[in-house]
């Protein structure tokens, strides 16, 4: 069975500091990892994912992830926070064999404070 | 591209009566469509996944009678909880997926309310 574990359930943040959102998987194969964001009442959007091409990710907004097997952890960054960054944000894994079901962690709240 | 949409967005229904969430791949043949529940502040919890002119695979804890899912076309499936209490009342959100591809589109979720 696969898991994420998303450390932190509230991250507070600085406008224009730097995002950190911490995930770390656990995973008898290599996965497929996703970070998506959610709005308030409003669905998933995704950020950006790792397939098992290159190990560092960038996606939508200025977000990133690099992938580091050998701690199993995929964290999202961001340079600079925007007010408009302030979300939920949940890390998801699958087992890239059969393409399964997305397994996601319990979510980290992002606060950005002006 | 890929757009998934759900209606109603909002609904509240009185105790045991039964209402019907629809979901719809707007531009795109959804082979397998998924149903995910989540309660305030919580994670997703994925209820089901559904073949199109199959059954839906529901997962444990799930009570199918309950919760009941049809994927009659490649563009809808609907969720249709029966005889809702109170304890059904959730965020309901639906995300699709086509044949030989591992990315799911997500829904803008269903809030139910039952009172």
């Known amino acids: 069975a696969q898991s994420v574990t998303q450390l932190g359930s509230h991250v507070s943040v600085s406008e224009g500091a730097l995002v950190l959102l911490r995930c770390n998987y656990s995973s008898s194969v290599p996965p497929y990892l996703f970070w998506y964001v959610q709005y308030p009442n409003q669905g998933l959007q995704l950020l950006l994912k790792y397939t098992s091409a290159a190990t560092l990710v960038k996606g939508i907004n200025g977000f990133e992830a690099e992938f580091k097997k050998s701690e199993t952890s995929f964290h999202l960054t961001k340079p600079s926070a925007h007010m408009s960054d302030a979300a939920e944000y949940f890390c998801?894994?699958?087992?890239?064999?059969?393409?399964?079901?997305?397994?996601f962690g319990k979510g980290t709240m992002l606060l950005v404070s002006p | 591209g890929a757009v998934v949409s759900q209606h109603p967005s909002r609904v509240i229904c009185k105790s045991g009566t039964s209402v019907k969430i629809e979901c719809r791949s707007l531009d795109f043949q959804a082979t397998t469509m998924f149903w995910y529940r989540q309660f305030p502040k919580q994670s997703l919890m994925l209820m089901a996944t559904?073949?199109?002119?199959?059954?839906?695979?529901?997962e444990q804890g799930v009570e199918k009678d309950k919760f009941l899912i049809n994927h009659a076309s490649l563009t809808l499936s609907t969720l249709t909880v029966t005889s809702a209490h109170p304890e059904d009342s959730s965020f309901y959100i639906c995300?699709?997926?086509?044949?030989?591809?591992?990315?799911?589109?997500f829904g803008p979720g269903t809030r139910l309310t039952v009172t």
């Open positions: 559904s073949n199109e002119g199959s059954k839906a695979t529901y």
């Open positions: 998801a894994v699958m087992d890239p064999v059969g393409y399964s079901t997305l397994t």
């Open positions: 995300s699709a997926r086509v044949a030989g591809a591992y990315e799911q589109y």
